[in-house]
């Protein structure tokens, strides 16, 4: 079907709560896309690092395509290999404890929400401003941001956002802190690191009340920003991980993964999810794991990613991130992603009106990067 027809029945049927670009994809290799009419696209954007590994990785699609023809779903009052394997392996790579898995990433914040709310009865959450933590009320909740948060007031009671300085954050923190929650690495709110000794502060912090420690590793987990998790760059271990988008190469798939001491918080009951932690998205993040778990792999990240950044402040960009999580400064943010879209078939994202994002997958060529550089170099106000 055709892209005008397209837009005709989303006027008709789909709420308006997207901003899509004209553009109609129908077919997806590795870095490359390509729309409906055969023109090729360099993807660095990857579904806001859904498609972690590229778009359809041989071996996601070949694990998908094995357990769709075998099982596709029985629910959680049943046993399938694929989620009991995954668990165990992410535990084993994090932090050691139990894993519930979900739908998205919001639903692992949920999850991780109530664990810290079961664990210390009524207790606050502190939150970072700039954050970004999901959609649904809990998630929402947690994402201080006046444009996103006041159509839908009140919102959950409990929540105390703070200015991401580690004085600020550590003031907080009191005993009635049943957690604050952190991205390593903000995504949303326009690929800003943590300042230095933020995550110790708040380690500290919190574990002087008694309080959790969440690291949302949704966007900066899973090798993106050339460690494993976005907490090791600061060499702190929280209590609580979350993880969605790139965990299922493209399926969707979330997980929350807690450490021994909380494990057990949440009992029989307390949670669950109908869909979460099928066979076939846990298959896919099997197959995921297999390539990021190397530690080779968070090695080439981290160099592919420097050659990303000088070649983007080669061309005069004033460049801000870590490993291949990393966004440059524009007059016109939206007007310099449209162009490329459209002028150099490029997919960038924009993360706010000066802000440009790039996520391209992590196993990004050298040659593939130096051809993103140079489309952005030929945008005139690039
Ligand atoms: C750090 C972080 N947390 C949570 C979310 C919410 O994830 P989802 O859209 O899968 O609910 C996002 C999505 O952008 C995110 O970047």
């Known amino acids: 079907m055709a892209l005008a027809s397209l837009q005709e029945l989303e006027r008709e049927a789909v709420m308006g709560t997207y901003a899509r670009n004209p553009v109609e994809f129908v077919r997806g290799e590795g870095t490359r896309l390509w729309d409906d009419e055969g023109n090729e696209y360099l993807d660095f954007l990857c579904g806001i690092s859904v498609s972690l590994l590229g778009h359809c990785h041989p071996a996601v699609v070949e694990a998908v395509r094995e357990q769709v023809g075998r099982l596709i779903h029985v629910g959680n009052l049943f046993y399938t290999e694929p989620p009991m394997l995954l668990a165990a392996r992410l535990s084993e790579l994090s932090l050691g404890g139990g894993v519930f898995f979900t739908n998205s990433g919001a639903e692992a914040i949920e999850c991780a929400l109530k664990l810290a709310r079961k664990r210390r009865a009524g207790g606050e959450f502190v939150v970072l401003e700039r954050g970004f933590h999901g959609r649904t009320y809990g998630a929402l909740s947690a994402t201080p941001q006046e444009a996103k948060q006041a159509p839908f007031a009140p919102l959950v009671p409990g929540f105390r956002a703070v200015p991401a300085a580690p004085e600020a954050l550590v003031r907080a923190v009191d005993g009635r802190t049943a957690a604050v929650i952190v991205e390593a690495v903000q995504g949303e709110g326009g690929i800003h690191p943590l300042e230095s000794g933020l995550l110790e502060a708040a380690r500290a912090a919190c574990d002087e009340h008694g309080a959790l420690l969440i690291c949302d590793e949704i966007q900066c987990g899973l090798g993106r920003t050339g460690a494993l998790w976005g907490f090791d760059h600061a060499g702190v271990r929280p209590d609580v991980m979350t993880l969605a988008k790139g965990l299922g190469g493209g399926l969707p798939i979330g997980a929350c993964v807690a450490s021994p001491d909380v494990s057990d918080v949440l009992a029989p009951g307390d949670h669950g999810s109908t869909f979460a932690g099928g066979p076939v998205v846990a298959a896919a993040a099997n197959a995921v794991l297999d390539v990021v778990e190397d530690a080779g792999f968070s090695a080439g990240v981290r160099a592919k990613g420097k050659r990303?950044?000088?070649?983007?402040?080669?061309?005069?960009?004033?460049?801000?991130?870590?490993?291949?999580?990393?966004?440059?400064?524009?007059?016109?943010?939206?007007?310099?992603?449209a162009r490329a879209l459209a002028e150099q078939r490029l997919v960038l994202n924009a993360t706010g009106p000066d802000t440009v994002r790039l996520l391209p997958p992590l196993n990004v060529s050298e040659a593939d990067i130096d051809e993103a550089v140079g489309r952005i170099g030929a945008l005139p106000a690039a």
Do not use: K, N, S, T
């Open 308 to 337: 990303l950044r000088l070649g983007l402040e080669q061309i005069g960009l004033d460049v801000r991130g870590i490993g291949l999580m990393l966004a440059f400064h524009a007059a016109d943010g939206p007007g310099l992603v």
